[in-house]
Nanobody, 115 residues
Framework: QVQLVESGGGLVQPGGSLRLSCAAS????????MGWYRQAPGKQRALVASITSGGDINYADSVKGRFTISRDNIKKTAYLQMNSLKPEDTAVYYC?????????WGQGTQVAVSS
């Protein structure tokens, strides 16, 4: 069993930055692929970025060059550094941990980009 708690969301102006954190507990998190997803109003939840246990990273095209995903297995925490934020990045951001058939989600953190 894995519990995930996101933090770091908030309101930021266009061009600003935020760093999201996802604190995991309850299991050996190092074996899991960690991912960040987002869901905007009226849209489906979509992958933003993921990082495997081996460090392979994948980004959605819309965030490449602006967002950076990382993980600290000792702290059991995954991060999403978001730079050059745009209004279209506004969404609820969810942390995900996946391994084989096991999938866990956090409760989500709101990110709003507006002037």
């Amino acid at each position: 069993q894995v519990q995930l708690v996101e933090s770091g969301g908030g309101l930021v102006q266009p061009g600003g930055s935020l760093r999201l954190s996802c604190a995991a507990s309850g299991s050996i998190i190092s074996i899991y692929t960690m991912g960040w997803y987002r869901q905007a109003p009226g849209k489906q939840r979509a992958l933003v970025a993921s990082i495997t246990s081996g460090g392979d990273i994948n980004y959605a095209d819309s965030v490449k060059g602006r967002f950076t995903i990382s993980r600290d297995n000792i702290k059991k925490t995954a991060y999403l550094q978001m730079n050059s934020l745009k209004p279209e990045d506004t969404a609820v951001y969810y942390c995900h941990a996946g391994w084989l058939s096991y999938n866990y989600w956090g409760q989500g953190t709101q990110v709003a980009v507006s002037s």
